[in-house]
């Protein structure tokens, strides 16, 4: 990845941040001064507005750092591109989302067998089912695409 | 198995591992991890290292 790539990817990833923290902001700001009945909490909007924010934060001490040191900055495209590292950090995120998807179905079993009232009622129910389906499906989808893309690059 | 040859190809190139680490765009621990042999490279990396230290496959990684 060149140096001008990860430079326009930091300043995309904080500019969307941003962009999703004002919304998020100036959403739970407006429904706080307006009363609406349709959110329990309006604290809660605020609250999600920091996430964002302190991703937008991280990515300018990213950019600043790159503009400020050249060095660190080659330095860091190589440990972001080694390939040993790469296969490393893939792996790790292979394995979290396998522990993910286990929780997410032991939650679900767990949920259904504790709570069956709430069975096809709940929108927790639902949500959980939703998730579970939508992690197996979306596993099979990408595996698909990567497979196609690797075939057509080849 | 420790690659020996690829150690001494770099070491009459008279490169450092770091040296060698910046010129294939990795880190100096993975070229260290591909020397002890505590790391299979891939081939695209394999043919960057022949390319660096100016030798070929067959010179750096083919084990008789």
């Known amino acids: 990845m060149s140096a001008d790539k990860t430079v326009k990817e930091t300043k995309v990833m904080m500019t969307v941040s941003l962009i999703a923290g004002l919304i998020l902001l100036a959403i739970g700001l407006v429904t706080r001064q307006l009363n609406f009945g349709f959110l329990s909490d309006n604290k809660a909007l605020l609250a999600l507005s920091l996430l964002p924010f302190s991703m937008a934060f991280v990515s300018f001490l990213k950019l600043s750092r790159i503009k400020n040191s050249p060095e660190k900055m080659r330095s860091m495209l190589i440990r972001e591109n080694d390939e040993r590292l790469v296969a490393l950090n893939n792996e790790a995120d292979a394995k979290t989302f396998k522990i993910l998807q286990g929780t997410l179905f032991l939650a679900y079993f767990g949920y259904t067998f504790l709570f069956p009232q709430e069975i096809f009622e709940s929108a927790g129910w639902w949500v959980l089912l939703i998730l579970l389906l939508g992690s197996m499906l979306l596993q099979g989808i990408l595996r698909h695409q990567i497979g196609k893309s690797s075939k057509e690059s080849s | ?64």
């Open chain 2, 1 to 64: 198995m420790k690659n020996k040859k690829m150690k001494i190809a770099r070491v009459e190139a008279e490169v450092s591992q770091e040296r060698l680490a910046e010129m294939v765009g990795v880190t100096r621990q993975t070229i260290n991890l591909i020397e002890s042999g505590n790391y299979n490279p891939t081939l695209k990396l394999c043919i960057e290292i022949c390319k660096a230290l100016n030798k070929t496959l067959n010179d750096l990684f083919w084990e008789e």
